[in-house]
């Protein structure tokens, strides 16, 4: 089981205690890239009720899910039913929607990245009440509990600890996804193995179990949920700008119970446009890096023209100059159906 970390050490007024947490939590980043955290914030009857509002959703008439299927979001944004999505190519086995910032489309955006900020696709109000109050105010909160771990990552790289923040730009650019897992198929996935592509992902499980996180000698552990707690692991974001030192762990998520499993996952990433240039910190952290085999050769998930080249799913090298460039590859990736339709262009 991973860490457990108490932010309630973060929230004190002692600097003192402070830094010394921050160390601590880096230190776990570094070695694991998985954690726990209690005391985030967000009360859990109010985590409870977020839950709730994630089951009524799904337990909708399914001509009511199909209203906003996400085949009619050139954002990748709305429903989906299962069997949709892509991990490495292989089929995931999950009911989902996925829900951004809430923003106009442009027109006409340029660069081509920009074609995903848009608005989000929401159910009608009147069949399930305050289901979009309660959706965004969760993840407000949720943006808000992010802030507060990327300010423990900059100090424990030695940073300002608004540093990562300032990195993130005006606008940055989370999502939210509201998941439902039935009983894997044999031989399946509820979905596959992966990192994620931004900098923080933190996920709320309800009380069935399901998702592994891969160890360090590969083998594979169970993240199993703790009432009150937040998972949080790094993304492919976090690795590249810290030149690996914290390395965004593969999971999966295989549901064996005959209980469906819900869960919501967000991932905290920033602007579109911002640049991915490596952190400043110090040598101690990359030698760190250099003496260790496995996140000297850490690498990233792999594009689908890199796949269909030979490149395995996760040892990319490839290195985007922005996020955006990053955010597009993550959607057509794993939605290739939906992005031939709006962009064909692209697509080509």
Do not use: C
């Not at 309630?8 to 002692?14: G, Q, T």
Request: hydrophobic letters at 35%; charged letters at 25%; a negative charge.
């Amino acid at each position: 089981m991973p860490p457990i970390i108490d932010l309630a050490a973060w929230f004190s007024n002692d600097r003192k205690r402070r830094l010394e947490f921050s160390r601590q939590v880096g230190q776990v980043a570094h070695e694991t890239g998985f954690f726990y955290v209690i005391n985030h914030g967000i009360p859990l009857a109010t985590s409870e009720a977020y839950l709730q509002a994630i089951k009524s959703f799904f337990a909708l008439p399914l001509t009511t899910r199909q209203a906003i299927d996400k085949q009619y979001s050139a954002q990748f944004r709305g429903w989906e039913k299962l069997g949709t999505e892509l991990t490495n190519n292989e089929v995931d086995f999950r009911e989902q929607i996925d829900i951004g910032v809430e923003r106009e489309a442009f027109p006409d955006p340029d660069p081509y990245y920009m074609a995903l900020v848009g608005p989000n696709q929401w159910p009608d109000e009147s069949l399930i009440p305050y289901f979009r109050q309660t959706v965004v105010d969760y993840f407000d909160r949720l943006a808000e509990v992010s802030r507060q771990i990327l300010r423990i990552m900059s100090l424990a790289l030695g940073l300002e600890e608004n540093h990562i923040e300032r990195v993130f730009g005006t606008t940055p650019s989370p999502y939210l996804k509201l998941i439902r897992y039935p009983k894997t198929l044999d031989g399946g996935q509820g979905v596959g193995v992966h990192k994620d592509s931004g900098f923080l992902t933190l996920l709320l499980q309800d009380e069935n179990r399901g998702l592994e996180a891969q160890a360090n000698d590969n083998t594979w552990y169970q993240v199993d949920p703790i009432p009150g707690s937040l998972v949080v692991n790094t993304g492919e974001l976090l690795q590249m700008v810290t030149d690996n030192y914290f390395i965004a762990t593969p999971h999966r998520v295989i549901n064996q119970s005959e209980e469906e499993r819900y869960s919501s996952a967000f991932f905290y990433s920033p602007d579109l446009n911002t640049v991915l240039d490596p952190l400043p910190i110090g040598s101690a952290f990359i030698n760190r890096v250099r003496h260790s085999e496995r996140h000297r050769n850490e690498g990233l998930m792999a594009s689908r023209a890199e796949m269909a080249s030979g490149t395995e799913s996760m040892e990319s090298q490839v290195r985007p100059v922005v996020f955006g460039e990053k955010y597009w590859q993550r959607w057509v990736r794993s939605y290739p159906h939906i992005a031939r339709k709006f962009y064909p262009d692209l697509m080509e």
